[in-house]
């Protein structure tokens, strides 16, 4: 039987009593999350989004309410009148432990069945178990942090934005489709028969017209759409923190993104981050780390003894030198027992996920070198090697020898997968790097044809500029990312604002003329009519929050998250329509048999 | 030839300027407004998002400089550093009018072609150059001021809910389709082959299911989307301010809204309104001004007069009677000679398109009645008539009789374009109204069924419940509008929380086992673990910020609208694509020859 809540209002939440209210009389509202039946007597906690309240049912109330209370069970929703006392067994685990309440009032305001989850943290119930009653998991304490620090971060970054003269905006998320990037969701257009829309991928083109139209400071807080295979930590639509300024260089984006992330660490997690923040350009962060997203909190830096075995007797280093490759090795400090052969083997199997052939290793031990591959060395060799690497006794000596790429991919991967192995990554500790000088361009193998790092409006550096049409390479971007912990957090450049420079681009890139105008025409033209020096930056806000709570699941920080298969467990979605509704929008299905 | 700002950075923006900052050294970046060159002497407005100020070019700087100058045209972005000195002619309609900055430095930044619109508030160039313009449109500072109040309106909103302990949770944009209510648009899914996402029509099950997950107190700032033919003042996709809370009533929701009005009227427009707000039933709104979004700024309001003519000699009347209908009129007070009688015949075919048949007229002048209809009226009628509608000298009553629908329908838009022909409204009269007491139901003539007035999750009011199945018709909602000016700005209900009585009210809806199940199966199914009493509220927020900055067209609110055949003429959205796209997403099109 539901009751009515009547003229009964919540005075308090139940997290938020203390002793100073003792002697109040209050009104909560919550799920019970525990009851203990003592004969004369009952306990219930009583929950709430801000925390727990212990209630107390004795022979004081009448028959009727103390046998109600008797029915009450787990996750029923009940609303209690009643006095604050001090409660005889403090219970100093919980805020409200010193207090409980005295009940003379008691409505059922909702009965539930036995939920199929338990309503706490760490419960080790299956994921899909979680994302179908998504309801409950969403009742846990820890999850409901989650989205209030997602919640408060969002306010502390609009407050620092709207005093700094930014202007949130809103922009389109209907659309025109980028044949550029990665790939769009799409939306049939009813009205427009034939045509589509696309979801953002982001409002990067939006955001300059932003610019050209004098809006000076833009941001926005805003979904973004890609249609790609899910990893872990992403999903189909997330949330990106995306700021322009006119009248800027990188100094001064740079010097306004730093004051925010300090605020942002200041008042979310109270650590006062150090400012400026560290800098490294891509091809030291490439050298050191073998990845443009270093992990900072830890050492086991890449270097290179490609001049040293270039014409070894041991053709696997040499051999691959001749074909183009190079030789690089980290070296695990004073950890060389920690990993047996077998370990080791792991590791080579580790890294064959990035196109690594194999790992060589040399173990510097307290009975000398034990390598299986220190028998192909020379003498001289192995201790150039040695010196090289740093190589002390108790060191572990890791190498790779491959292809430029392959060789920075796997050890860059290789450092931080030994790093986490070996749990010597300090919890709280945080390391801020901004990375810069990108390559404006890169290789595409498949398209046989440079294409932009970042993307095609990426201002190049003014002392590159003249290598655009010869050597494209070496030319370097007005680009930078925020890296923190090794996960890229943000990034962005100056972009282009001079028409000439936007053409000579595009040529650099290949595109015909044709091509170009279908697809950025509309932004070379506003081009035309004035546009400021400009660039900006996007936060990935959902990897923010993650860092912030400490998560390391992207779903641990959004409401309602999809699986790796992009389907919401809870809702069904997406689902099969009626051919009717599909008609209606011009379509048809084209399933393969 | 494009310069660089190289180490000028910008020190004030142009619009900020007073006399106070005279003497002082400032660096301003913006566009040229207009230059006049005066031989010896160039004058040059300079504009950015700020306002303007006017630069001068003199003898004491460089030839070079000087010739530079020259060379800039309107539109122009420019930088310049200059001393801040008294105008000789002080500019009194400008911020900035008492004071010039005398240039010594010069960098053009950027050339403009001669742009295709004026950059000037109440330019009357076509709507669509407007929109295909849409960056130099956005220069204006009209428009510019718009997106500044909707961003400090956003502000306020969340400063307010912030302050009551809402949490911001972010809702999924791709959802499950809704087979019910307007049309989705739809997202083909290429993982899952054959399955279609959903844009959102509005977060309603989401925020609802946020409350069973005990999150209490939630609101978003979200875009929503409606595939609709769009009419004046609606876009595809929309801006809403969505409101939910637990364990609450209609008044306590309605108390919170109140005080979030006070403060946005306060703090966007310096008014104070008047709280409580006022409050109407649906019924009442209906009876007295023909629609559930009156307009109180003015009176015209509606009386009924079918008792008097139902047995009439004038058979327009007492047969529309005879046939169920009914006829109502407006007397327009005071103003029968504002209105000719190819006026009224103007009149008479506006309502013809609400369905009106006709419009009849008495018109009491100095001389007497005069009227088409008074022949076919016994004196008796014709006496109680006119005491009926308050009637004077100097008055114009107008009848329609019909069914209820198109009498309320005609006269509730008749009474507003009559106040708008006579111009009667005072543009800063501010009339707030919520709506109560809706009907939980209406009839849908082409399901044969009743429908949800709102959604089928409205609470009905309590004293109606036991007619849920007997008399639907008569059965009131926990539903309330907030009404200003006559535009609904917001609406919302207490939700159902208890899931017995959601059963009686799918099956008073018609709606079978199978079909509930397929579309709310996952509510219900949630609904059983403890659902709080729950309701909430949603603004049109668009439509907010039109109200707050006195714009009647929806596009001066938004930075990039669409068209109503909801085309982007900007960007071109949608367009085409490749097959190949299509076929990824396991589509084709379907389109009639």
């Known amino acids: 039987m539901v009751e009515k809540m009547g003229k009964l209002r919540r005075t308090h939440m139940c997290g938020e009593l203390r002793s100073s209210n003792i002697g109040e009389e209050v009104v909560l509202m919550g799920w019970v999350q525990k009851k203990r039946n003592l004969g004369s007597l009952i306990f219930a906690d009583l929950r709430d989004t801000m925390g727990i309240a212990q209630i107390v049912f004795d022979d004081t109330i009448s028959e009727d309410l103390f046998k109600k209370a008797e029915k009450v069970k787990g996750e029923y929703v009940i609303a209690i009148k009643g006095k604050v006392r001090e409660r005889e067994s403090i219970n100093p685990s919980i805020p409200t432990g010193e207090i409980e309440i005295i009940a003379d009032e008691l409505k059922i305001l909702n009965e539930s069945e036995t939920p199929p989850i338990y309503i706490k943290d760490n419960d080790d119930v299956a994921d899909n178990m979680r994302l179908k009653y998504r309801y409950l998991d969403l009742r846990k304490p820890s999850i409901q942090n989650n989205l209030k620090v997602r919640h408060r971060t969002s306010k502390i970054i609009r407050e620092f934005l709207d005093e700094n003269n930014f202007v949130e905006i809103e922009t389109p998320m209907l659309t025109k489709p980028t044949p550029e990037g990665a790939r769009d969701y799409l939306v049939p257009s009813r009205i427009n028969a034939g045509k589509f829309y696309a979801l953002p991928q982001s409002p990067q083109l939006m955001k300059q017209l932003l610019m050209v139209a004098g809006m000076d400071r833009y941001y926005q807080i805003v979904k973004c759409f890609r249609d790609e295979d899910l990893r872990a930590n992403r999903q189909p639509e997330f949330t990106q923190v995306d700021i322009e300024m006119s009248f800027v260089d990188i100094e001064d984006i740079i010097e306004i993104n730093e004051k925010l992330l300090y605020k942002i660490f200041k008042e979310i997690k109270g650590v006062e981050i150090e400012l400026p923040i560290k800098r490294m350009t891509y091809n030291e962060a490439m050298e050191r780390f073998g990845s443009d997203k270093p992990d900072l909190r830890f050492g086991f830096e890449l270097k290179d003894i490609t001049d040293i075995v270039a014409n070894s007797d041991f053709k696997v280093f040499s051999g691959t030198i001749k074909n183009n490759g190079e030789v690089r090795g980290i070296n695990i400090k004073g950890h060389e027992s920690n990993f047996s052969r077998k370990d080791i083997s792991k590791l080579e ?113 003014e002392e590159d500029i003249h290598l655009l049409e010869t050597r494209p390479q070496d030319v370097r971007a007005k680009a930078y990312d925020i890296v923190i912990n090794g996960d890229e957090m943000g990034g962005g450049s100056i972009r282009i604002s001079d028409s000439k420079l936007q053409e000579r681009m595009f040529k650099a890139l290949g595109l015909q003329e ?4 279908d697809k950025f025409g509309f932004l070379l033209e506003a081009f035309k009519y004035g546009t400021p020096p400009h660039g900006g930056i996007a936060y990935g806000f959902d990897r923010l929050v993650m860092l912030l709570t400490d998560t390391n699941n992207i779903r641990d920080v959004i409401a309602f998250p999809k699986t790796q298969s992009a389907t919401c467990l809870l809702t069904g979605a997406p689902t099969y329509i009626d051919s009717e509704q599909l008609k209606e929008v011009h379509m048809k299905l084209d399933l393969e048999k």
Do not use: C, Q
């Open 349 to 461: 199997s580790y890294i064959k996920d990035f196109g690594a052939k194999g790992l060589a290793w040399i173990k510097i031990t307290e009975e000398g070198i034990s390598s299986p591959i220190a028998k192909f060395l020379k003498e001289e060799e192995l201790e150039k090697i040695i010196e090289r690497m740093d190589g002390n006794k108790g060191d572990l000596l890791l190498f790779v020898a491959d292809k430029s790429k392959v060789v920075f991919d796997s050890l860059g991967n290789l450092r931080v997968e030994v790093a986490r192995r070996l749990d010597i990554i300090e919890k709280d500790d945080l390391k801020l790097v901004w990375i810069t000088e990108f390559p404006l361009f890169e290789y595409d193998e498949e398209k046989e044809r440079y294409v932009a790092k970042h993307h095609p409006f990426t201002h190049p550096m």
């Open 514 to 517: 044709e091509e170009v105008k």
